[in-house]
């Protein structure tokens, strides 16, 4: 079982940055592809990006594409997501998971350990 703990989170106006960062406890990052997603108020979760174990690549939702940029360290365990160019609909508890699945997978149900999740708030 692996242990996710979120951090990084706060307050921005918009078109500012932050850096959300996930740590692990319990087994290596390493051999799971890692994912962070986001929920706001009355809606679904989200993904927004994705990570792959073997080779590193990334994928992300369009509506974060060019903004966000997913990396991990697995000599730290760890996995980061830096977002720039906030806007006020980022605003959402952001998540992160790892996931077992092929190449990035992008559902929820794909994904099998969560972290409690950071609020990321945007004011405009």
């Known amino acids: 079982q692996v242990q996710l703990v979120e951090s990084g989170g706060g307050l921005v106006q918009a078109g500012g940055s932050l850096r959300l960062s996930c740590a692990a406890s319990?087994?290596?990052?390493?051999?799971?592809?890692m994912g962070w997603f986001r929920q706001a108020p009355g809606k679904e979760r989200e993904f927004v990006a994705g990570v792959r174990r073997s080779d590193g690549r990334t994928g992300y939702a369009d509506s974060v594409k060019g903004r966000f940029t997913i990396s991990r360290d697995n000599a730290k365990n760890a996995v980061y997501v830096q977002m720039n160019s906030l806007k006020p609909e980022d605003t959402a508890v952001y998540y992160c998971a790892t996931s077992r699945g092929e190449g990035i997978p992008t559902m929820t149900w794909e994904y099998d350990n969560w972290g409690q999740g950071t609020q990321v708030t945007v004011s405009s």
């Open positions: 319990g087994r290596t990052l390493s051999t799971y592809v």
